[in-house]
Structure formats: C-alpha cells, structure tokens
Nanobody, 124 residues
C-alpha cells in the first residue's frame, strides 16, 4: 500500500525556520514530480514548490529565496526547508507526489498521492 507521510510542522515565530519531510512508501516503481502545497484557513490550496525526479525546482513567488525544496530519490523522501518564515506562511502543508506504483504484476500505474498534511503556524 502506497502512502505519503509528512512531518516537521509546528509553531515557530516569524523569522524562524522549519524543515518539512515527506516520505513515500509502498510498492513504488518510480517517483516523478513531488511538490508541497499549503492551505490557509479560508483559502484555496496553493502550490508552494515542486521538484522533478531530476532535481528541477519551481517555487511560488511568495516563497522564492526563503524556501528550498529537495529530495532524496533513494529514500523516496522530499523536504522543504523554510527559512525566514512569515505569519502569512501559516497553513496546512501537504505533500503531493506523482508516483508510478506497482499493481498486480507485471503492471504499473501512475497516480497522484496526497499526504495528510502537517500544520505550520508562524506567529508574529
């Protein structure tokens, strides 16, 4: 069974840092694009950053220069290092992964998977 598990959220004061982790586990054939999304109360979920299997990254304008996304393909793990946090960064952060998973052999299928989310709260 394939799943994504996020960790690393918490409460931090403005200017502080947090490091989020997302671990994909299960019968994974390959991991394609992975990304971090966030959702603030009363707002839609938005893309924060994403990274391809080759390490190509893309960031939302609001986090450029402050956040760094990375991944360890050998561990099927993605990270988001968040520096210089601002109150407007507050929200639930979700891990999303485009995975090719093993189904009934010899088949593979490509799916999008979401983690359960981890709360990030930045106080003034």
């Amino acid at each position: 069974q394939v799943q994504l598990v996020e960790s690393g959220g918490g409460l931090v004061q403005a200017g502080g840092s947090l490091r989020l982790s997302c671990v994909a586990s299960g019968s994974i054939f390959s991991t394609n694009v992975m990304g971090w999304y966030r959702q603030a109360p009363g707002k839609d979920r938005e893309l924060v950053a994403q990274i391809t299997s080759k390490g190509t990254t893309d960031y939302a304008d609001a986090v450029k220069g402050r956040f760094t996304i990375s991944r360890d393909n050998a561990k099927n793990t993605m990270y988001l290092l968040m520096n210089s946090l601002k109150p407007e960064d507050t929200g639930v952060y979700y891990c999303k992964a485009d995975l090719v998973v093993e189904t009934t052999p010899p088949f593979t299928e490509e799916y999008d998977y979401w983690g359960q989310g981890t709360q990030v709260t930045v106080s003034s």
